[in-house]
C-alpha cells in the first residue's frame, strides 16, 4: 500500500501529522512530508480514516 500527496492540493493543515506522525510530518517551511510512501497493509484501515480526513482532499491510497 502506497500514501500519495496530491501536493498542488495540500494546504499543510496538518491534520494528517496529527493523526500519523510516523507517516507525515512538516519541514521547516511547514510543507508537508511523507516520512513513509510505503506502508504495511496492517495499516490500510487507519490510512483510509487519514485520507478521508484531509480538508482538501490531497491524500490517496494506491
Same mark, same amino acid.
Given at each position: 500500500?502506497? $500514501?500519495?500527496? *496530491?501536493? =498542488? @492540493?495540500? /494546504? &499543510?493543515? %496538518? ?17 508537508? $512530508?511523507?516520512? *513513509?510512501? =510505503? @506502508?504495511? /497493509? &496492517?495499516? %490500510? ?18
Amino acid at each position: 500500500m502506497r $500514501v500519495k500527496c *496530491d501536493f =498542488d @492540493l495540500c /494546504e &499543510s493543515n %496538518a491534520v494528517c501529522v496529527g493523526m500519523a506522525p510516523d507517516v507525515f510530518d512538516l519541514d521547516d517551511q511547514d510543507y508537508l $512530508v511523507i516520512l *513513509d510512501e =510505503d @506502508l504495511p /497493509e &496492517s495499516r %490500510a484501515e487507519e490510512m483510509r480514516q487519514v485520507v478521508a480526513s484531509c480538508p482538501r482532499s490531497a491524500l490517496s491510497i494506491e
